[in-house]
């Protein structure tokens, strides 16, 4: 065949090679997964699952006994499974919120935790009907005794604030590292460490008197 | 050794600034980890098996393992940390024996779950490679089909040309 002169060899083996780091490349491409960037979202909603809503009646003033509901969800965009856990905290005006440029948790007193272990791009979204089941007030200070949390009873202990003015929901969201089989308040992500934190503020101003 | 006021020689000068360079990289990286040794926090609630199996689900996602498969493992590890949670409120002297059999439940999926993401681990890996292979190699053939085309396709434009100027007729204007 005529078409199969050493020159046209020649054409077809440099169109050959040419295709082949074509084809290969994009064969590269498809087998290599894409760098994406890796971070959790935290986020608290209303009653009725929007950022609105977060007090019955739109009233701060939360009373002994009346329920809030809140939904509470983590979004993991790590890129892999995580075991992540949700800190609940209560501090008042004067504890310390977490630190984002050290990366530090509040050092107000731990309430309650919860776990859920989350694939890459899935959301977990759970209730939080939270309720003051007795506060008293003490000279001026209305001091939180019991929290009740989806049902569930919690003993507080030095939770004071002055007039019943400033109390805070803290939620901080840690990850369970596999390697040091330890709880870090955030997460790691391009060498560089990350945390999320809320915190929803209220008041408590009709304690019963001690 | 050194005593008193004695002076120190020359050969022991770079043993002094050995020992001192040694001392302020112990401090130095002291400093640096500390950060990180203060947010951590030992698991103290969960089982210490929650970390091995988290680490083997990781291993899995990276060998190429699909959503479906990984959810399989969570839902268990999940349903884990469920048991977990319900025996960490059984404080009650009366509820040992429940407490010891929710913890030896937890401990039988974590070793389920950790088993499973090892094999999924070695049958995504096999897969995931054979994928690559034949990516790289439908890359070869798809390079060899085109130049095929493109040899046909140059033969034929010529075929064509050669028919063309065949058919030209000359007329006198």
């Known amino acids: 065949m005529s078409f199969l002169s050493s020159q046209n060899r020649r054409t077809l083996i440099t ?3 040419t295709l082949l780091i074509v084809c290969e490349m994009l064969a590269y491409v498809a087998t290599t997964p894409r760098p994406q960037e890796q971070f959790f979202q935290l986020y608290v909603l209303g009653a009725h699952h929007m950022a609105a809503d977060y007090y019955p009646n739109n009233n701060t003033d939360i009373s002994i006994g009346e329920a809030v509901a809140w939904y509470l969800g983590v979004v993991d965009n790590m890129g892999s499974v995580q075991l992540v856990s949700v800190r609940v905290k209560i501090g008042n005006q004067t504890i310390k919120p977490p630190d984002d ?8 007193p731990l309430v309650a935790e919860y776990m859920r272990v989350l694939q890459d791009n899935e959301t977990w979204e759970t209730p939080f009907v939270w309720t003051i089941t007795d506060a008293v007030s003490t000279g001026g200070s209305t001091h939180l005794l019991t929290l009740q949390f989806n049902n569930e009873t919690y003993q507080l202990q030095d939770r004071t604030a002055s007039g019943g ?18 709880f870090q308040f955030g997460w790691v992500a391009s060498g560089e460490h990350r945390v999320a934190w809320l915190q929803v503020w209220f008041n408590m101003t009709s304690p019963r008197l001690a | 050794m050194l005593y008193g006021c004695d002076y120190l020689n020359e050969s022991q000068l770079p043993q002094i600034h050995t020992k001192l360079a040694i001392a302020l990289g112990i401090v130095i990286l002291a400093v640096m980890l ?12 969960i089982e210490p098996g929650f970390a091995g199996a988290l680490g083997a689900m990781r291993q899995a996602e990276m060998a190429g393992a699909t959503p479906s498969e990984i959810a399989a493992l969570v839902a268990l590890l999940n349903k884990a940390l469920e048991l977990n949670g319900e025996a960490l409120k059984l404080t ?22 950790q088993s499973q993401a090892h094999d999924l681990t070695t049958i995504a890996s096999h897969r995931s490679s054979t994928n690559k292979a034949l990516t790289y190699v439908l890359g070869i053939v798809a390079a060899f089909v085109g130049t095929i085309l493109f040899g046909f396709s140059v033969s034929f434009y010529r075929a064509y040309r050669i ?9 006198r204007k």
């Not at chain 2, 028919?163 to 030209?168: D, E, L, V």
């Open chain 1, 15 to 17: 169109v050959f090679i």
């Open chain 1, 101 to 108: 440029q050290n990366a530090t948790e509040s050092p107000a």
């Open chain 1, 165 to 182: 003015h400033n109390f805070r929901l803290i939620f901080e969201l840690w990850t369970l590292q596999p390697d040091t089989d330890t």
């Open chain 2, 34 to 45: 500390l950060p990180i040794l203060a947010i951590s926090q030992s698991t103290g609630t």
């Open chain 2, 92 to 113: 009650a002297p009366g509820d040992a024996n429940r407490r010891t059999q929710l913890i030896s439940e937890v401990d039988q999926i974590l070793i389920t779950v």
């Open chain 2, 163 to 171: 028919k063309r100027t065949f058919q030209m007729r000359i007329t």
